[in-house]
T-cell receptor, first 116, second 113 residues
Framework: DAGVIQSPRHEVTEMGQEVTLRCKPISGHDYLFWYRQTMMRGLELLIYFNNNVPIDDSGMPEDRFSAKMPNASFSTLKIQPSEPRDSAVYFC??????????????FGPGTRLLVL | AQSVSQHNHHVILSEAASLELGCNYSYGGTVNLFWYVQYPGQHLQLLLKYFSGDPLVKGIKGFEAEFIKSKFSFNLRKPSVQWSDTAEYFCAVNAQAGTALIFGKGTTLSVSS
């Protein structure tokens, strides 16, 4: 299996620009998570989907952030407009809720975002 | 709200030394517990996990962890570290399948050869 695929791996942009991060989950997985990693706050959930439906978006910082999952094999996280404080590593993870209460999240390589 | 505490921010060891990284969580109910490792410049990889059963779980690369319910702890251990174990280690929990992981702040392990 190819694992969780994220693109781009690195993104450098200027403040005010729109940024789109992409994620392809592991085939067959029904959960998809977006996390953000910063030095100050560590790893935090932004949003997650189950069967393409957003379940919890309480971690999305503000209206500048939006996420979609149009189908089971693709999700996007968009920041518009971007700000320097959005600089972080954004991870996508996917999982399959198999046995009751047994589920493991597998992480992608992350997108390292730098907003100048 | 759930939270995870990792007591050691940075641990420095020589090769062949034994390792124990502490992890405590706050949640009153049943939890799933995980340790992930992040090698420099790489993504998070699962080291081991605990759902139920034997509280001593073994993972990849010779790591193990013990779940002590009475202490709300899930400490990671390795009897003899190698230089290649240099990485950041994250403890994580969730209360049920299909929910977000709550991560600790991470522990950076530096192993000198």
């Amino acid at each position: 299996d190819a694992g969780v695929i994220q693109s781009p791996r690195h993104e450098v942009t200027e403040m005010g620009q729109e940024v789109t991060l992409r994620c392809k989950p592991i085939s067959g997985h029904d959960y998809l998570f977006w996390y953000r990693q910063t030095m100050m706050r560590g790893l935090e959930l932004l949003i997650y989907f189950n069967n393409n439906v957003p379940i919890d978006d309480s971690g999305m910082p503000e209206d500048r952030f939006s996420a979609k999952m149009p189908n089971a094999s693709f999700s996007t996280l968009k920041i518009q407009p971007s700000e320097p404080r959005d600089s972080a590593v954004y991870f996508c993870a996917s999982s399959l809720a198999g046995k009751p209460n047994q589920e493991t999240q597998y992480f992608g390589p992350g997108t390292r975002l730098l907003v100048l | 709200a759930q939270s995870v505490s990792q007591h050691n921010h940075h641990v420095i060891l020589s090769e062949a030394a034994s390792l124990e990284l502490g992890c405590n969580y706050s949640y009153g109910g049943t939890v799933n517990l995980f340790w992930y490792v992040q090698y420099p410049g790489q993504h998070l990889q699962l080291l081991l996990k605990y759902f139920s059963g034997d509280p001593l779980v073994k993972g990849i690369k010779g790591f193990e962890a013990e779940f002590i319910k009475s202490k709300f702890s899930f400490n990671l251990r390795k009897p003899s570290v190698q230089w290649s174990d240099t990485a950041e280690y994250f403890c994580a929990v969730n209360a049920q399948a299909g929910t977000a992981l709550i991560f600790g702040k991470g522990t950076t392990l530096s192993v000198s050869s």
